[in-house]
Protein backbone atom coordinates (compact mmCIF):
# COMPACT_ATOMS: atom_id res chain seq x y z
CA UNK A 1 0.00 0.00 0.00
CA UNK A 2 1.26 3.19 -1.06
CA UNK A 3 1.42 6.52 1.29
CA UNK A 4 -1.15 8.21 -0.72
CA UNK A 5 -3.61 5.02 -0.76
CA UNK A 6 -2.95 4.42 2.88
CA UNK A 7 -3.39 8.19 3.97
CA UNK A 8 -6.76 7.79 2.13
CA UNK A 9 -8.31 4.44 4.16
CA UNK A 10 -7.27 5.89 6.96
CA UNK A 11 -9.12 9.51 5.85
CA UNK A 12 -12.47 7.28 5.27
CA UNK A 13 -12.12 5.68 8.89
CA UNK A 14 -11.70 8.82 9.87
CA UNK A 15 -15.03 9.91 8.44
CA UNK A 16 -17.12 6.85 9.11
CA UNK A 17 -15.90 8.07 12.52
CA UNK A 18 -13.76 5.32 13.49
CA UNK A 19 -12.45 6.54 16.99
CA UNK A 20 -9.23 3.96 16.97
CA UNK A 21 -6.91 2.96 13.78
CA UNK A 22 -4.28 0.56 14.25
CA UNK A 23 -1.30 0.26 12.28
CA UNK A 24 -0.47 -3.30 11.11
CA UNK A 25 1.13 -5.51 8.82
CA UNK A 26 3.20 -7.27 8.05
CA UNK A 27 5.58 -5.17 10.65
CA UNK A 28 4.71 -1.54 10.05
CA UNK A 29 7.80 -0.42 11.56
CA UNK A 30 9.95 -1.02 8.27
CA UNK A 31 8.43 1.44 6.48
CA UNK A 32 9.55 4.72 5.96
CA UNK A 33 6.58 6.51 5.80
CA UNK A 34 5.27 5.30 9.43
CA UNK A 35 6.02 8.56 11.41
CA UNK A 36 4.09 10.44 8.38
CA UNK A 37 1.05 8.29 9.00
CA UNK A 38 1.06 7.73 12.57
CA UNK A 39 1.08 11.78 12.44
CA UNK A 40 -1.70 12.37 9.63
CA UNK A 41 -4.06 9.84 12.13
CA UNK A 42 -2.95 12.61 14.64
CA UNK A 43 -4.31 15.28 12.74
CA UNK A 44 -7.55 13.81 11.41
CA UNK A 45 -8.15 13.60 15.63
CA UNK A 46 -8.43 9.84 15.79
CA UNK A 47 -8.25 9.32 19.74
CA UNK A 48 -6.54 5.76 19.75
CA UNK A 49 -3.60 5.33 17.16
CA UNK A 50 -1.89 1.98 17.82
CA UNK A 51 0.88 0.33 16.50
CA UNK A 52 0.67 -3.24 16.15
CA UNK A 53 4.88 -4.52 15.70
CA UNK A 54 7.39 -6.74 16.81
CA UNK A 55 9.18 -3.70 18.56
CA UNK A 56 13.12 -4.71 17.54
CA UNK A 57 13.31 -1.10 15.33
CA UNK A 58 12.14 0.14 19.13
CA UNK A 59 15.15 -1.06 21.09
CA UNK A 60 16.25 2.17 19.11
CA UNK A 61 15.47 4.92 21.76
CA UNK A 62 15.33 7.89 18.80
CA UNK A 63 12.81 5.79 16.93
CA UNK A 64 11.03 4.71 19.63
CA UNK A 65 10.52 8.64 21.17
CA UNK A 66 9.48 9.34 17.88
CA UNK A 67 6.82 7.32 17.41
CA UNK A 68 5.28 8.91 20.84
CA UNK A 69 6.35 12.43 19.58
CA UNK A 70 4.15 11.86 16.31
CA UNK A 71 1.09 10.53 17.99
CA UNK A 72 0.87 6.67 18.57
CA UNK A 73 -1.06 6.25 21.47
CA UNK A 74 -0.53 2.23 21.96
CA UNK A 75 1.94 -0.06 21.47
CA UNK A 76 1.04 -3.53 20.70
CA UNK A 77 4.06 -5.55 20.83
CA UNK A 78 4.15 -9.02 19.46
CA UNK A 79 5.85 -11.30 21.45
CA UNK A 80 5.59 -15.23 21.85
CA UNK A 81 7.84 -16.65 24.76
CA UNK A 82 9.67 -15.98 27.79
CA UNK A 83 12.74 -16.98 26.14
CA UNK A 84 14.70 -15.98 23.60
CA UNK A 85 14.95 -20.02 22.41
CA UNK A 86 11.34 -20.47 21.50
CA UNK A 87 11.09 -16.71 20.44
CA UNK A 88 13.66 -16.94 18.06
CA UNK A 89 12.46 -20.19 16.76
CA UNK A 90 9.33 -18.50 16.05
CA UNK A 91 10.50 -15.93 14.26
CA UNK A 92 13.36 -17.78 12.69
CA UNK A 93 15.69 -14.54 13.37
CA UNK A 94 18.46 -15.33 15.73
CA UNK A 95 18.77 -12.48 18.30
CA UNK A 96 14.88 -11.20 18.29
CA UNK A 97 13.91 -12.09 21.41
CA UNK A 98 16.71 -9.72 23.01
CA UNK A 99 15.85 -6.99 20.84
CA UNK A 100 12.14 -7.07 21.41
CA UNK A 101 12.45 -6.76 24.99
CA UNK A 102 14.80 -4.13 24.88
CA UNK A 103 11.81 -2.44 22.48
CA UNK A 104 9.78 -3.16 25.39
CA UNK A 105 11.65 -1.93 27.73
CA UNK A 106 12.34 1.80 26.12
CA UNK A 107 8.33 1.33 25.33
CA UNK A 108 7.91 1.49 29.29
CA UNK A 109 10.00 4.27 29.72
CA UNK A 110 8.67 6.55 26.81
CA UNK A 111 4.90 5.60 28.04
CA UNK A 112 6.02 6.55 31.60
CA UNK A 113 7.29 9.70 30.31
CA UNK A 114 4.12 10.15 28.42
CA UNK A 115 2.10 9.69 31.56
CA UNK A 116 0.40 6.68 29.75
CA UNK A 117 1.46 3.50 31.67
CA UNK A 118 -1.56 2.03 30.25
CA UNK A 119 -0.46 2.26 26.13
CA UNK A 120 1.39 -1.10 25.99
CA UNK A 121 0.24 -4.40 25.43
CA UNK A 122 1.72 -7.95 24.40
CA UNK A 123 0.17 -10.04 21.82
CA UNK A 124 0.75 -13.54 22.18
CA UNK A 125 0.04 -16.16 19.24
CA UNK A 126 -0.05 -19.71 20.45
CA UNK A 127 1.89 -22.60 18.62
CA UNK A 128 3.48 -25.91 19.33
CA UNK A 129 6.35 -24.26 20.44
CA UNK A 130 4.97 -22.38 23.02
CA UNK A 131 1.93 -23.57 24.38
CA UNK A 132 3.08 -25.76 27.08
CA UNK A 133 4.68 -22.62 28.72
CA UNK A 134 1.94 -20.47 29.14
CA UNK A 135 1.77 -19.51 32.25
CA UNK A 136 5.95 -18.71 32.51
CA UNK A 137 5.25 -16.41 29.55
CA UNK A 138 2.45 -14.90 31.36
CA UNK A 139 4.82 -14.02 34.68
CA UNK A 140 7.41 -13.16 32.75
CA UNK A 141 5.32 -10.23 30.61
CA UNK A 142 4.23 -9.61 33.79
CA UNK A 143 7.46 -8.52 35.29
CA UNK A 144 8.37 -6.44 31.81
CA UNK A 145 5.70 -4.37 33.06
CA UNK A 146 2.57 -5.33 30.49
CA UNK A 147 -0.60 -4.42 32.14
CA UNK A 148 -2.59 -6.63 29.54
CA UNK A 149 -1.84 -9.42 27.34
CA UNK A 150 -3.70 -10.67 24.81
CA UNK A 151 -3.60 -14.80 23.63
CA UNK A 152 -4.88 -15.40 20.38
CA UNK A 153 -4.75 -18.61 18.51
CA UNK A 154 -4.19 -19.00 15.24
CA UNK A 155 -6.41 -18.92 12.00
CA UNK A 156 -4.75 -21.91 10.08
CA UNK A 157 -4.04 -19.92 6.91
CA UNK A 158 -0.39 -19.29 5.43
CA UNK A 159 2.58 -20.38 7.88
CA UNK A 160 -0.12 -20.98 10.28
CA UNK A 161 -1.66 -24.02 7.33
CA UNK A 162 1.92 -25.20 6.58
CA UNK A 163 2.43 -25.69 9.93
CA UNK A 164 -0.79 -27.03 10.84
CA UNK A 165 0.50 -30.33 12.76
CA UNK A 166 2.68 -28.30 15.24
CA UNK A 167 -0.23 -26.42 16.37
CA UNK A 168 -1.74 -27.89 19.27
CA UNK A 169 -5.96 -28.76 18.76
CA UNK A 170 -7.55 -26.11 20.72
CA UNK A 171 -8.87 -28.27 23.81
CA UNK A 172 -5.40 -29.43 24.37
CA UNK A 173 -4.77 -25.20 24.11
CA UNK A 174 -7.62 -24.48 26.44
CA UNK A 175 -6.09 -26.23 29.56
CA UNK A 176 -2.68 -23.89 29.09
CA UNK A 177 -5.10 -21.06 28.62
CA UNK A 178 -6.49 -21.71 32.28
CA UNK A 179 -3.61 -22.21 33.49
CA UNK A 180 -2.43 -18.70 32.28
CA UNK A 181 -5.54 -17.60 33.17
CA UNK A 182 -5.38 -18.36 36.34
CA UNK A 183 -1.66 -17.24 36.62
CA UNK A 184 -3.10 -14.00 35.43
CA UNK A 185 -5.45 -13.44 38.54
CA UNK A 186 -3.00 -14.04 40.52
CA UNK A 187 -0.41 -11.73 39.48
CA UNK A 188 -3.67 -9.08 39.07
CA UNK A 189 -2.71 -8.74 34.99
CA UNK A 190 -5.07 -7.86 32.52
CA UNK A 191 -6.02 -10.88 30.11
CA UNK A 192 -8.02 -11.19 27.00
CA UNK A 193 -8.64 -14.56 25.24
CA UNK A 194 -9.50 -13.66 21.28
CA UNK A 195 -11.66 -15.61 18.43
CA UNK A 196 -11.66 -18.78 20.87
CA UNK A 197 -14.87 -20.48 21.41
CA UNK A 198 -17.42 -20.15 24.35
CA UNK A 199 -17.77 -24.23 24.91
CA UNK A 200 -13.66 -24.06 25.67
CA UNK A 201 -13.25 -21.49 27.68
CA UNK A 202 -14.37 -23.15 30.71
CA UNK A 203 -12.37 -21.53 33.77
CA UNK A 204 -11.96 -17.75 31.76
CA UNK A 205 -14.76 -17.44 30.75
CA UNK A 206 -13.69 -13.66 32.44
CA UNK A 207 -11.00 -13.55 29.69
CA UNK A 208 -12.80 -14.82 26.40
CA UNK A 209 -12.97 -11.35 23.99
CA UNK A 210 -17.10 -13.26 22.95
CA UNK A 211 -18.16 -13.50 26.83
CA UNK A 212 -16.75 -10.19 27.62
CA UNK A 213 -17.72 -8.05 24.80
CA UNK A 214 -20.62 -10.31 22.64
CA UNK A 215 -19.70 -10.32 18.99
CA UNK A 216 -20.60 -6.98 17.68
CA UNK A 217 -17.68 -5.84 17.21
CA UNK A 218 -16.69 -4.63 13.53
CA UNK A 219 -13.21 -5.00 11.62
CA UNK A 220 -13.26 -2.30 8.83
CA UNK A 221 -10.83 -3.98 5.97
CA UNK A 222 -9.81 -1.09 3.44
CA UNK A 223 -8.42 -3.50 0.72
CA UNK A 224 -10.58 -3.65 -2.11
CA UNK A 225 -12.49 -1.19 -0.32
CA UNK A 226 -14.41 -3.44 1.23
CA UNK A 227 -15.81 -3.05 5.01
CA UNK A 228 -16.71 -6.25 6.79
CA UNK A 229 -17.83 -7.78 9.68
CA UNK A 230 -15.61 -8.83 12.47
CA UNK A 231 -16.90 -13.14 12.36
CA UNK A 232 -16.14 -13.05 8.46
CA UNK A 233 -14.70 -16.49 8.02
CA UNK A 234 -16.12 -18.59 10.71
CA UNK A 235 -18.81 -20.73 10.66
CA UNK A 236 -21.30 -22.78 13.30
CA UNK A 237 -21.36 -26.57 12.80
CA UNK A 238 -24.05 -29.19 13.93
CA UNK A 239 -22.70 -29.20 17.77
CA UNK A 240 -23.80 -25.05 17.64
CA UNK A 241 -27.13 -25.47 16.50
CA UNK A 242 -28.43 -26.58 20.37
CA UNK A 243 -26.05 -24.11 21.87
CA UNK A 244 -27.13 -21.53 23.94
CA UNK A 245 -23.79 -18.95 23.29
CA UNK A 246 -24.56 -19.36 19.80
CA UNK A 247 -25.72 -15.50 19.89
CA UNK A 248 -22.36 -14.53 21.14
CA UNK A 249 -19.90 -17.29 19.61
CA UNK A 250 -18.99 -17.30 16.28
CA UNK A 251 -17.75 -20.80 15.98
CA UNK A 252 -14.38 -21.13 14.55
CA UNK A 253 -12.71 -20.26 11.51
CA UNK A 254 -13.43 -22.37 8.63
CA UNK A 255 -9.53 -23.88 7.99
CA UNK A 256 -9.52 -24.76 11.69
CA UNK A 257 -12.96 -27.49 11.28
CA UNK A 258 -11.41 -28.29 7.78
CA UNK A 259 -8.22 -29.98 9.66
CA UNK A 260 -9.20 -30.30 13.23
CA UNK A 261 -13.27 -31.18 12.82
CA UNK A 262 -15.14 -30.33 15.63
CA UNK A 263 -13.70 -32.12 18.00
CA UNK A 264 -14.05 -31.31 21.94
CA UNK A 265 -16.58 -28.38 20.94
CA UNK A 266 -19.70 -28.99 22.99
CA UNK A 267 -23.37 -27.21 22.78
CA UNK A 268 -23.65 -25.02 26.15
CA UNK A 269 -26.98 -25.19 27.72
CA UNK A 270 -28.70 -21.79 29.27
CA UNK A 271 -27.89 -22.70 33.13
CA UNK A 272 -24.23 -23.24 31.38
CA UNK A 273 -24.21 -19.89 29.83
CA UNK A 274 -25.98 -17.89 32.61
CA UNK A 275 -23.18 -19.14 34.71
CA UNK A 276 -20.72 -18.15 32.38
CA UNK A 277 -21.89 -15.19 32.63
CA UNK A 278 -21.81 -14.50 36.24
CA UNK A 279 -17.87 -15.53 36.36
CA UNK A 280 -17.74 -12.86 33.81
CA UNK A 281 -19.48 -10.30 35.79
CA UNK A 282 -17.72 -11.28 38.83
CA UNK A 283 -14.61 -10.57 37.13
CA UNK A 284 -15.31 -7.18 36.27
CA UNK A 285 -16.38 -6.25 40.04
CA UNK A 286 -12.86 -8.06 41.13
S1 LIG B 1 -21.07 -25.04 20.43
FE1 LIG B 1 -20.61 -23.61 18.77
S2 LIG B 1 -21.72 -21.71 19.23
FE2 LIG B 1 -21.65 -22.98 21.09
S3 LIG B 1 -19.90 -22.20 22.20
FE3 LIG B 1 -19.21 -23.97 21.01
S4 LIG B 1 -18.46 -23.10 19.08
FE4 LIG B 1 -19.67 -21.54 20.10
Known amino acids: MTTAEAKKAISAAADYGVERISLTGGEPTIRKDLFELVAFCKSLNVGMIQVQTNARMLSLKPFCSRLF ?3 ATEIFVSLHSHTPEVQDAITRVKGSFHQTVAGVKNIMEASRRAGREDSVFANLVVSGHNFAQ ?10 LGFPLME ?10 WRFR ?12 MREAAETARSLGMGLFIDDFPVCLSEGFYDFNAYTKLGNDQVELNFSGGAVKGKGSGKMHGAVCARCSARGICEGDWEENIRFFRWDGFRPLSKTALSSAMEEVHRGHET
Do not use: C, D, W
Open 69 to 71: SSG
Open 134 to 143: LPETVRFFHG
Open 151 to 160: IEYPRLMGNA
Open 165 to 176: KLIPPRPQAAVK
